[in-house]
């Protein structure tokens, strides 16, 4: 049996940051990894999804070249074969660079397997057995797959199944209306297919306000893809040639027809096959490994982090889940999870940020406050860019006039948007980031207008 003072199960975005603080501290450690280095984010989710944005971005302003004076010579084609070759040389230079740190790293032994516990303290992996007295889960999550009717027999594609093909689908059906669905139903109408999204919500992005909403949906519409709401994907249909979504929508059950499907709706922890009952840890409903504010299990000596703990969904959260947790250990700093606001982006373009509580959020809380709105049409950037979809949107406390929450969906406003993230985590008060002068043109440069220019929120 092989001891170590850790054991790490997963190289995606925690485990990798962690393994560099332990073996710093003069930790030995062992880290497991089963699949692919990096994990989602660099090989499915955030790299290679955002280089696609990228790609469908060039094809969208080429199209509009005219808008701009320019005069295009030929219409725009995409090469596909081209667009995949551009993300695998991305992802698989991002892959390497975490293995390579991972590989030089002291103390830090790799074993490539996949990690299944037979005690609170020791894992097989393969043949071999390790033990340690501090054990970090960071075993992520995969794309839902419900159990509909007709699952078993439909070719349906995932958010990483889907980064394969190197050819366009004329008719793509996005089941869900969630972070995966809309940035890839945007990316491929911008390449040229026919897209529908089917959410069974009411709206859009359901968790964020009415009105961001009510404008993602605008400005995806604007672009020719078709949008589904109150309509509950509830069967898949092939009949030897075409596929279908069996709906049932407001308007009763139908079917939509597509040449493929893309399932988008959630995502499910990779819990079940780590032997968790051999360490007596209990999953929720969801399969999530309940943590406390400093991300302990009921276990002691394990800890869960990044997407299996249930506590974020995003890299950043799973990046900041091993700084609280290295600092608890190694920092004498006694972080809690719970002390961070919540932020994330939707790739969308424009992109939509968000950061700390929403408007609905802020009216639940029912005390007195002041919200503040600017179109994208009188943000002289945006203007400037011919990009003047969506709004900024801050929201005060009337009282203590600290910032509660902001929402930027408009050009540059993932970048924006960090202004009142630093100055919420610094408390600064609105009259100071008013006063700061910032850099014209820009979007963040409206920031202290729309504070300037505050109402009571009724
Ligand atoms: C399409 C898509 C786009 C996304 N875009 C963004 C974005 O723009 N911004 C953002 O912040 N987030 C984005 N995300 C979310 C982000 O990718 C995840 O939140 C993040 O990768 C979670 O990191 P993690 O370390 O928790 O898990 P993962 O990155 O999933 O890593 C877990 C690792 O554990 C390994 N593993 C699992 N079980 C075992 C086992 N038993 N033994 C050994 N190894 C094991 C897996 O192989 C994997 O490598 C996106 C996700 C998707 C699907
Ligand atoms: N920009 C980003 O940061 C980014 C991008 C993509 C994914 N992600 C991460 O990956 C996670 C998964 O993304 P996702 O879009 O798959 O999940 P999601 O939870 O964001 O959205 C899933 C959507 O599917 C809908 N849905 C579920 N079942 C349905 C049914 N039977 N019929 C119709 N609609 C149905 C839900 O109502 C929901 O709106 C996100 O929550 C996020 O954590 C992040």
Redesign the pocket.
Known sequence: MAAYDAII???????PALAGRLTAAGWTVAL???????????????T???ALVASAYAAHLNRRAEDFGVVPSIAVMMDMRRVRQRIEAIVTESREGVQQCLRQMERCTI?Q????FVSPSQLR?GDELLTAPHIF???????AIPNLPGIDTVPYLT??TILALDSLPPKLAVVGGG??GL??AQIYRRFGSEVTVIERAARLVADEDEDVSNAVQGILEAEGIEVRLNADCISLRFDGEDVSVGVNSIDGELEVPASHILL?MG?TP??D??GLEAAGIAVDEHGYIPVDDQLQTAVPGIWA?????GR????????N?AEVVAANLLDNDARNVSDRIPA??L?IDPPLAQVGMTERQVRQRGRAALIGIRPMTKVSRAIEKSETHGFIKLLVDAESKEILGASILGTGGDEAIHCILTAMYSGMPTSLLQRAMHIHPTVAELIPTVLGNLKPLV
């Open positions: 199960v997963g190289a995606g975005q925690a485990g497991v990894e089963r699949k692919l280095f990096g994990g989602t984010c660099v090989n499915t989710g955030c290679p999804t955002k074993y397997g996949a990690a299944r992996v889960l960071n075993v992520g999550s995969r794309p958010s990483s972070y995966a940035e890839f988008a995502r990779n819990t096959d780590l982090l990044g997407d299996c703990n974020g969904g995003f890299t950043h959260t799973a990046c889940d994330h982006a790739y």
